[in-house]
């Protein structure tokens, strides 16, 4: 274990042996840190949190304080950090409000700087974060996702698997699986980049087009659309965005740009 002798450690943390500390960071509470795990300068770590194994957390990264919610009032509740986790400076991470709840960050996702998540939020494998994009509590995104620069996401909503939201963004209802938005938070086509890049093939991305033009271009509505698309003999790339329609909605569906 390499910890900076200006760092300050809680005694009741846990801390693998090949963790390696820099200078100034603070840890206070029951946290535990991973194996191969590096903390950058002036990190502070706070409360139950938890942190995986190979994660690179540069400077002034702040985990596990407590949420900026009225509903908060102390009572025990978690960050957890996945392995493999990218966060890059300035990245700020709440943890959960009500007791034995939880923010959870997955495997493999990446946090470019200043990027905030909320209490609550829940991060699936391999999520991007582009610089200065910010969560409200209790948001759920998808694996793969991408929520670009300066975007942000009311609390409640739900960004689907393989999502592409656009840089300064104001999401306030849900994004469906494979979707791309504009600007102003509106469903513009389908993240055919992104679909190429994970490996969907041409009849796969057809399936995907198709079920973006019933959903968002037909002049169906979504309860409507949604029933076609499950009569439709599309194959099983779409389970995603299905599930995602059939699951509850706090918020509600985004409309597609006119």
Known sequence: MSIHPTAIIDPRAQIASSVRIGPYVVVEGPVTIGADTEIGPFTTILGHTTIGENCRIHSRVSLGDIPQDRAFHNEPSSCIIGN??????????????????????????FLMTNAHVGHNCELEKGVTMISGSLLGGYVQVGERAIISGNAAVHQFCRIGTMAMIGGLSKIVQDIPPFMMTDHAGEVIAINLVGLKRAGFNPDERKDMKAAFRILYRDGYTHRHAMEILKERNFSSAIDPLLDFLSETSARGLTKGAA
């Open 84 to 109: 493999n986790v990218i966060l890059r400076e300035g990245v700020t991470i709440h943890r959960g409000t009500g007791e034995g709840t939880a923010t959870v960050i997955g495997d493999n996702c």
